[in-house]
Nanobody, 117 residues
Framework: QVQLVESGGGLVQSGGSLRLSCAAS????????MGWYRRAPGDQREMVAV???????KYAEFVQGRFTITRDISKNTVTLQMNKLKPADTATYYC???????????WGQGTQVTVSS
């Protein structure tokens, strides 16, 4: 099992920055991919950015170079640096980890990001 704990959400003005962090505990050594997803009210959950062992990073098109995802495998952490935030980025952000042995996803509890105009 994997437990994910997120931190770093909050309220920021348009154009501002936030840094989200996620720490994984449990079977961290078997995590193949970590990433961030988000869900805005009334919308479906969507991928924001992911980083995979040996496969690099992938970003959603709406990121447009504003966000950077980094992973520290030794610490089992993943961070999402978000710059030039827009009101459209307002959502609950969820940390995700894919376990390569259990072949399943694990999710954090979510952290709220609110961008005011």
């Amino acid at each position: 099992q994997v437990q994910l704990v997120e931190s770093g959400g909050g309220l920021v003005q348009s154009g501002g920055s936030l840094r989200l962090s996620c720490a994984a505990s449990g079977s961290g050594a078997s995590i193949h991919t970590m990433g961030w997803y988000r869900r805005a009210p009334g919308d479906q959950r969507e991928m924001v950015a992911v980083v995979s062992n040996g496969l690099g990073t992938k970003y959603a098109e709406f990121v447009q170079g504003r966000f950077t995802i980094t992973r520290d495998i030794s610490k089992n952490t993943v961070t999402l640096q978000m710059n030039k935030l827009k009101p459209a980025d307002t959502a609950t952000y969820y940390c995700n980890a894919f376990h390569s042995t259990l072949l399943r996803d694990f999710w954090g509890q979510g952290t709220q990001v609110t961008v005011s105009s």
